[in-house]
């Protein structure tokens, strides 16, 4: 997956605009704070529906790219399946860098 995406999360998250995992994305989700959420390609099908009713429910962007290993590499973490972005710049910024 693209590198230079993946290289802006990591910034996002340096930043303090990231929360990482099932349950945080899921906060963020429904209090508003998300802008635009990454659901790891190789996410567990139930993590993988609990996160996408959620976006839909509450209008929230997401995009499926990249690998737990990937995501969780440049968030600081083993492996992680879902990363919610709370801030309207990086959102933006990642996803002009995926085209």
């Known amino acids: 997956m693209n590198g230079n995406f993946?290289?802006?999360?990591?910034?996002?998250k340096?930043?303090?605009?990231?929360?990482t995992?099932?349950?945080k994305c899921l906060?963020?989700?429904r209090s508003g704070n998300s802008r635009i959420v990454i659901i790891a390609s190789d996410a567990s099908p139930n993590t993988r529906k609990s996160i996408t009713d959620s976006c839909k429910h509450y209008s929230v962007k997401y995009i499926e790219a990249s690998l737990k290993a990937?995501?969780?590499?440049?968030?600081?973490?083993?492996?992680?399946?879902v990363v919610s972005v709370n801030d309207d710049n990086f959102a933006k910024?990642?996803?002009d860098k995926l085209g």
């Open 70 to 81: 990937e995501l969780g590499k440049y968030t600081g973490a083993e492996s992680r399946a």
């Open 93 to 95: 910024a990642i996803l």
């Open 6 to 12: 993946l290289g802006m999360l990591g910034l996002a």
């Open 27 to 29: 906060k963020a989700i």
């Open 14 to 19: 340096r930043a303090g605009k990231v929360v």
């Open 21 to 23: 995992g099932e349950e």
